[in-house]
């Protein structure tokens, strides 16, 4: 069984959304399965009304771009790509067709952006992540080199159930290729948070707590068959989840998602968002 089937890929032509198209072209190559490549135009009522043929021509300016991607990668690959371009608020298209289409991953291409633009991340992507129906995979770079295939994962692991998800994602992944996987527990810096003095017998227990958490992962991943590697350490959370990666030069992060809905929007959660924004590799938020 493939891990996954269905796989929509938001496209807008840009070099990002165009290396995320290729990360999964090669993966469906390697392990089968179907893409459907998406194509938004949001319709603005004051820019289209000023120039009613505007909105038609966007409308064919991306067919053109998603057929020239569908007749590239479908001939050097030999792989299925359908095409759906369709008006509207990209990140409401991107979500609505994957549940109409029965899609089990949403591929995007996101910018690497810092200070004030990271903490906005970019709405196409956030929206997309916050409101997907299926695992989110985003792309950071446009690079070459795609191979489909991953040789070590990262799993940020605090035992919770969305972190166990991800880490049963993985371990999924590991049954069609052979990967490593190694599990990360951060333990925060509770006294630059809570201006709290952090004693020796206090961090003690932080360590030892944190050590049964990611035993706790060992097992499951063992009960799944795999084996996986653990490090503990302290720190900033998301800093040290990029850190490690790149210094295991882990090819993917796999985190679990929270399920932000309302007001959480706006925050999506902030460990997260700046995993995605600092990663220098793609990063899969499991659902």
Excluded at 175 to 202: A, G, H, W
Excluded at 256 to 262: A, E, N, V
């Amino acid at each position: 069984m493939r891990v996954y089937e269905n796989i929509l890929v938001g496209f807008d032509d840009t070099e990002y959304s165009r290396a995320a198209l290729i990360e999964v072209a090669h993966w469906v190559k390697n392990h089968g399965g179907k893409i459907i490549l998406v194509h938004a135009v949001y319709f603005d009522t004051e820019e289209f009304s000023i120039s009613p043929g505007q909105l038609d021509k966007r409308l064919e300016m991306g067919k053109k771009a998603c057929y020239q991607a569908q007749e590239q990668y479908s001939s050097e690959l030999g792989i299925d790509i359908d095409i759906v371009v369709r008006e509207g608020e990209p990140h409401e298209v991107i979500v609505d067709i994957a549940r109409e289409k029965g899609a089990d991953l949403i591929a995007m291409g996101t910018y690497g952006r810092k200070g004030i633009k990271r903490m906005i991340m970019g709405s196409v992507t956030s929206g997309v992540i916050v409101d997907s129906p299926c695992d989110v995979l985003v792309v950071k770079h446009p690079y070459n080199g795609y191979t489909g295939r991953y040789d070590s994962i990262l799993v940020p692991f605090d035992g919770s159930e969305s972190s166990k998800r991800a880490l049963l994602k993985a371990v999924e992944l590991c049954e069609t290729d052979d990967i490593v996987i190694t599990l990360l527990y951060v333990i925060p810096r509770y006294e630059e948070m809570l201006e709290f003095f952090k004693t020796t017998s206090i961090q003690e227990k932080l360590f030892d707590e944190a050590r049964k958490i990611v035993s706790e992962g060992e097992m499951l991943a063992y009960q799944k068959g795999t084996s996986v590697s653990t490090i503990v350490e302290e720190g900033h959370v998301a800093d040290k989840i990029v850190e490690i990666a790149n210094g295991l030069r882990s090819d993917l992060i796999v985190m679990g998602s929270y399920g932000w809905r309302g007001v959480n929007r706006a925050i999506m959660g902030s460990t997260t968002e700046r995993v995605i924004a600092y990663s220098t590799v793609p990063v899969l938020v499991v659902s």
